[in-house]
């Protein structure tokens, strides 16, 4: 089985789709979701099935696929695991190519039963010949395909495709990065992954023209030698940032428990992504200061950072943060400290590299020139913007949209890479003036972290691989 | 000098404040947080003062300090840098007995004028035996004294004090954990130490009986010998936890721009902090996860946790991010497990330790009873839940908070510590369901984290402080 993964092709241009087991009566079930979502792509032509019959929003409700007038190339299916193999079987006198089982209670619940349902319906895949993404997991999110399953991931495609065995972190990994310009071509949430597996979505990503990321997060291998060999295939051509999921004692029993997979050791994971090229990521957070670093923060090589920013403690603790993680803060050259000092008075700020621009804040022309004169300066590899908005005070809260522009336009001079750091706030009333200014950053094009830790790590990491990558290919 | 450090008490009871160089013309000019702080938490007599004269807010302008009637007791200065001096001298002549310089443009301009200013300012502080504060920095935040520099501090007292040099980070601090329920006895911002410094502080706090947990934000020590001696005397009487900013030669280039100071190298502080009992801490949100765990989380020893919370790719990546931290989380018996699973459907949950009851999340009672058994298990040492809820559906959404309350009621059967982690959002309408979770598990007397990073890692550096202390006490 598996072998012919080219065709996976199919999966993201169905040309109809079925929902089965679309709850009819409960509007707020988390399974509605599906339906939901494929409406608001505008899937067509969409099918929902339930034996019970009904309408929901103006869609019949079909009592069972081979009710459905046309063909249906794709179900996404939310029926029990008791009727699942029947369903296959539904499927194959259909015509149906693959079915998605969102559905759980198969072997990741450890329980006989659970295990025999599982096994059945791997045999009614094989026997088919419908391939099965799952079960217990959220499918397909392919927005030129009007594929979803949350409706507010966007409708634009991207460079981007995440293999997660895990649906939340699926949903969390768009969710986030969403909001940070990253968009996403195919993002595939495949559970316990009964037929179709980690290695197979992994090889058809890596030709995929349209993927140049290709992020994993992975509970457990089916194949360790197919998934080496497709890793090594894979990194570099996309990049290949990893999660490995379940790599501790605890973790393995909650990978067994979550999608019924095991798990390698941390060791070896370590080694094996080193000696592949492959980034070895630790948290959903990490993954997305990283992917937000490939796309937009365009490094080349090089450590040196200019730090231009807000606040005198917070200037001391990024530049400690950076050089800590291995990044370098050099002193701006005395020439560069008088042309600057020249227009800019000193009670309050800081002028060596990190630039800290607090007591000059209401002077955007001056901010932008500055900006401009350090990254113009060869010393620096790259600038680095900080903010604190949420202790701004009224008068410069006015102004942050101005402050981020000024240091992005300003920096523009040096045509070098640039990112941004802004601190967010817990509180909804803060919220509401900082995320805009977080998607002013993005709509600029910028990276945009949240954290000094983020950033630095993120870049750091970057370097790590770019040097990493060339050490290889020099070799 | 600074031999009479017990005196400092002073500094906390003013009978008088008056504001030298309040700005009168432009209300929002950043100096005139001073007056609006010291108006909001009702300090009184409070005497504006500036050369221009006239009226804010139906506070009379005094012309100089000797124009004021009564006697005063502590001036808070905004003026510029080059009357500093003679301020000091007016001071004298009105009888003051501590002025707080907000004031920079002194010796950490590395420029000859300010550093000459600072010397005079000493000097002068010298001459008349007026205790000085600062200069650049944000002065003192003393709830029960009605002293504060940010009106949107709480005026509630609380056991945790803090010696800043910086006053961002001083803010930020206060800012931060007040949300998570941490109320603070004295924060003192001190900048340029050019006469009260950092040892003076902490020697005052360690004998403050209001204060039981001293937080310290450092750039650069004066007298290396006494600071050591200080913190040795304090550490582990109340808690200590330090920040030295500037350990890396970028920094100390930031730290020598932002307060004039010189700071040690990293391995110095690790060395010293291990040796005195001193918590160490690298970042201001790990200072304030570290603070909410040792006031709020109540460990004992012991680093076995039960897990609680939605999604089974979270409960993963919890799970492996304490086991690689250092903390255990054991398998649940089968006997306990199968108390569960006899009223708790198994597709979808995790029912193993970690527990993710992402299915069941719509009955409470049941969530109740299954964080009873956990919490009583004597397998576990404390008790963690977690939340995700920008990914619940609606009808989970109404649910969350019976959700805190239901694991935490539940907990309670075991009597062991819990802490709970909800994952906050940048966007303003997701903040505004979300905070009042944070502030529900704050009031209900929980230290809340927003990461799996955060609350593991706050977890493990206060066992292993307390390990420290408690093989210190034994030899």
Not at 20 to 48: D, I, K, M, Q
Not at 163 to 170: R, T
Not at 345 to 356: E, F, Q, S, T, V
Request: aromatic share 8%; proline share 5%.
């Amino acid at each position: 089985m598996n072998l012919n993964t080219t065709s996976l092709e199919f999966l993201f241009h169905p040309r109809s789709v079925a929902l089965a087991g679309v709850t009819v009566t409960n509007p707020e079930h988390w399974t509605r979701t599906f339906f939901e979502s494929l409406v608001e792509f505008g899937c067509t032509p969409l099918y929902p099935v339930n034996p019970k019959g009904g309408e929901i929003d103006g869609y019949k409700i079909f009592l069972s696929l081979k009710d459905i007038p046309g063909n249906i190339d794709y179900v996404i299916s939310t029926v029990p695991a008791r009727v699942a193999p029947s369903l296959v079987q539904e499927g194959f006198e259909k015509g149906v190519k693959a079915i998605h089982f969102c559905t759980s209670g198969f072997a990741e619940t450890g329980e006989e039963e659970g295990i025999r349902l599982e096994a059945e319906l791997k045999e009614a895949g094989r026997r088919t010949g419908i391939r099965l993404i799952g079960p217990n997991c959220m499918g397909i999110y392919c927005p030129t395909a009007r594929l979803s399953f949350q409706a507010a991931f966007p409708k634009e495609s991207g460079p981007v495709s995440f293999i997660s065995q895990s649906g939340g972190n699926a949903t969390g990994l768009v969710s986030q990065a969403m909001l940070r310009g990253v968009r996403f071509s195919k993002v595939i949430s495949y559970g316990n992954a009964c037929d179709l597996n980690e290695s197979d979505y992994l090889e058809y990503l890596t030709d995929e023209p349209e993927t140049s990321i290709i992020c994993l997060y992975v509970e457990g291998i089916r194949d360790g030698n197919r998934f080496s060999q497709a890793l090594q295939r894979a990194a570099g051509k996309p990049e290949v940032l990893l999660i490995q999921g379940g790599v501790t004692e605890g973790g393995a029993r909650a990978t067994a428990g979550h999608t019924g997979s095991l798990a390698g050791s941390e060791a070896t994971w370590d080694a094996l992504c080193r000696q592949l090229g492959v980034i070895r990521v630790h948290s959903m957070d990490e993954m997305t200061d990283i992917l937000v670093t490939l796309l937009f923060l365009r490094l080349e090589k090089g450590r040196r950072a200019g730090l231009i920013g807000f606040g005198g403690g917070a200037s001391v603790l990024i530049t400690d943060k950076f050089e800590k993680t291995g990044l370098k803060v050099p002193l701006l050259p005395q020439k560069l400290r008088d042309q600057i000092r020249a227009y800019t008075h000193i009670a309050g700020n800081i002028l060596r590299n990190p630039i800290d621009y607090s007591q000059t804040v209401d002077d955007v022309a001056k901010l932008s020139t500055t900006a401009s004169i350090v990254s113009q300066w060869d010393g620096i590899d790259f600038v680095v913007g900080f903010l604190t908005p949420e202790r701004a005070s009224p008068g410069t809260k006015r102004l942050l949209f101005n402050i981020i522009d000024g240091i992005s336009q300003g920096s523009r001079a040096g045509s070098k890479p640039m990112g941004l750091v802004v601190e967010p706030s817990l509180r909804p009333e803060e919220a509401s003036y900082i995320f805009p200014l977080i998607q002013r950053g993005v709509a600029s094009g910028l990276p945009v972290y949240f954290s000094f830790d983020g950033v630095a790590s993120a870049i750091n990491t970057v370097l790590n691989y770019y040097e990493n990558r060339r050490s290889r290919s020099e070799t």
